[in-house]
């Protein structure tokens, strides 16, 4: 059965779901916000992050009316199903002398039941529930042609496998930054430091580095065999201490610039950071390809685009104000902005709160990394699944698991230069997840619900940007991203 493909799991209420969400969009794209926005100019960037939060809103509902038209196309393939073994057994009955005035009763009871057009738009309303737990790649199996489908997979596995690859360096590299590095207040800018530089002891950088890699991969990794709700205390836990780091970050930032000594003087404009930013706030609103995982187990989805709205909102603001405060504190922004508290005691001078926002990163991501592990192993199975078939123990259990988490730990063994994998990924498979997959869905779902259901019926989840020009905007706007990406790229790699 495909539902058992990816099974749903334990229910949760919206706002549990949307601290999932929240989680997830707000990793590591947050904490490279800021020095980007301090290239690119305030204005600028300012105009660029609203239309960018609403493009990723935008397409995060083309997401949900997908699914639930998805839903439906499943219900409507079972009525189907359902229909012919009742004709096939009302004509087997009519042999049956003896048995003919069953049979034409079993014949009114069976016209009663099937999925007729009449039928099928009076139970249109239920029949969009989103219910079984679909995920993007099962979705294009069913409305993308096959050369879509591969392309699909190319795409989302490319982007997954990175982000799991990103996680797991990122992770133990922050880790190896804080124990190895100096986090006093009389520690000064150097020059980058090598792997082969003492940490403690014998024990060299890169040696601390794989140990906390090691570390990481035990403790994580086991969450890839299970259901995504299995770490949902853990997810509300984290998210407040996630709100923890970015008010403390933002009130010194604010402190510091009540009192006059604020450093940064950023410019209104600068056309020629708006690339950089671009990539920036496009991994920053990434949370698309996990939205199966996140809605199907909300239990109440009755007003699921006006929630997911007020979590943009919120999402918005808060990188909105991270990046002023820190823009108008600083005058020379790191890559990562929580590195710019932990060594300067004039924003702080209390040990525990730098090595609390220096270690951030840590649970920024690693609460992210079991939802992108259980989505990336689902899409694994909707590869290889072929209807009315179910997967051995060991192969749903065992291996999907591990193929899924050991080639991103291998990854992030072999390196942890960031920029590199964050280009990688980011920049071309994330755009296609972002904008074209979701854009793509909508349409053919729509076209499919047509089909199926006649034009007149309505699916409940449907997306308030109804219109086809929508969906033609995202792709025209897919193709701009294209351009800022390799323009940033090639100018990057000139400079």
Same mark, same amino acid.
């Given at each position: 059965?495909?539902?058992?493909i990816?099974d %749903?799991?334990?229910?949760y ?7 999932y969400?929240?989680?997830? &969009?707000?990793?590591?794209?947050a ?6 926005? $301090?290239?690119s100019?305030?204005a600028?960037s ?6 960018? $939060? ?15 038209a ?7 393939? =079972? ?27 079993d ?14 738009? $009076?139970?249109?309303n239920?029949?969009?529930d ?16 096959k ?8 795409c989302?596995?490319i ?19 804080v ?5 006093s ?12 530089d003492? /940490? ?14 090691? $570390? ?33 970050? &933002? &009130?010194l930032?604010?402190?510091?610039i009540s ?7 950023p ?5 020629s950071g &708006? ?5 920036? /706030? ?8 996990s939205?199966?995982?996140?809605i ?6 009755k007003?699921?685009?006006t929630?997911?709205?007020?979590? *943009?909102?919120?999402?918005l603001?808060? *990188?909105?104000l991270?990046?002023?405060t ?7 922004? =790191? ?19 730098r ?15 079991p939802?992108?592990?259980? %989505?990336?192993r ?6 290889f ?16 698991p ?11 063994? /072999? %390196?942890?230069d960031?920029? %590199? ?6 920049s *071309?498979?994330?755009?296609g997840i ?5 854009? /793509? ?7 499919d619900?047509e ?13 308030p940007f =109804?219109h ?19 323009t ?8």
């Amino acid at each position: 059965m495909l539902g058992g493909i990816t099974d %749903t799991g334990e229910l949760y209420s919206p706002y549990v779901g949307l601290v999932y969400m929240f989680n997830l &969009i707000v990793g590591t794209g947050a904490l490279t916000m800021p020095q980007a926005f $301090a290239v690119s100019g305030w204005a600028v960037s300012l105009a660029l992050i609203i239309f960018l $939060a609403f493009m990723s809103y935008m397409t995060t509902t083309f997401v949900i009316e997908a699914m639930a038209a998805a839903n439906a196309h499943l219900r409507w393939k =079972k009525r189907e199903r359902q229909r012919i073994v009742d004709d096939s057994d009302a004509s087997s009955d009519s042999y049956d002398d003896d048995k003919s005035e069953v049979a034409m009763l079993d014949g009114h009871e069976r016209s009663e039941t099937r999925p007729i057009l009449s039928v099928q738009r $009076a139970s249109t309303n239920n029949v969009f529930d989103i219910v079984e737990r679909i995920e993007m790649g099962q979705m294009a199996s069913m409305f993308f042609n096959k050369v879509g489908v591969n392309m699909f997979y190319i795409c989302i596995i490319i982007y997954l496998y990175g982000d799991l690859a990103i996680y797991a360096a990122a992770v133990p590299y922050s880790l190896t930054e804080v124990v190895c590095g100096n986090q006093s207040c009389s520690a000064v800018s150097k020059l980058k430091a090598n792997d082969t530089d003492p /940490c403690w002891g014998s024990i060299r950088r890169i040696d601390a580095y794989r140990i906390f890699l090691t $570390a990481f991969s035990l403790l994580l990794g086991p969450f890839t065999f299970f259901n995504v709700q299995k770490t949902k205390y853990l997810q509300i836990i984290t998210s407040l201490m996630r709100w923890i780091a970015f008010i403390i970050m &933002i &009130i010194l930032a604010l402190i510091r610039i009540s009192k006059g000594r604020g450093e940064g003087h950023p410019p209104i404009a600068n056309i020629s950071g &708006i690339p950089n930013l671009f990539g920036v /706030c496009v991994y920053s609103f990434m949370c698309q390809h996990s939205l199966p995982s996140l809605i199907t187990p909300i239990n109440k989805k009755k007003h699921m685009n006006t929630l997911v709205l007020v979590d *943009y909102v919120l999402i918005l603001a808060f *990188y909105s104000l991270l990046s002023f405060t820190a823009i108008f504190c600083f005058s020379n922004l =790191k890559d990562m902005y929580t590195l710019n508290f932990t060594s300067n005691c004039d924003v702080v001078s209390i040990p525990f709160i730098r090595y609390f926002l220096g270690l951030f990163p840590v649970f920024t991501i690693s609460t992210n990394f079991p939802i992108i592990a259980v %989505t990336l192993r689902n899409n694994w199975k909707t590869v290889f699944h072929r209807d009315g078939g179910m997967y051995p123990w060991l192969i749903d259990r065992i291996v999907f698991p591990l193929i899924t988490i050991i080639p991103a730990i291998i990854v992030a063994f /072999c %390196t942890h230069d960031l920029e %590199t994998l964050v280009g990688i990924t980011g920049s *071309y498979a994330g755009t296609g997840i972002q904008y074209i997959i979701p854009a /793509c869905l909508v349409h053919f779902s729509r076209k499919d619900v047509e089909v199926v259901f006649g034009n007149d019926v309505q699916n409940k989840h449907r997306s308030p940007f =109804k219109h086809s020009c929508w969906v033609m905007f995202v792709l025209v706007w897919s193709v701009s991203c294209f351009i800022f990406v390799t323009t940033n790229i090639v100018l990057s790699e000139t400079n």
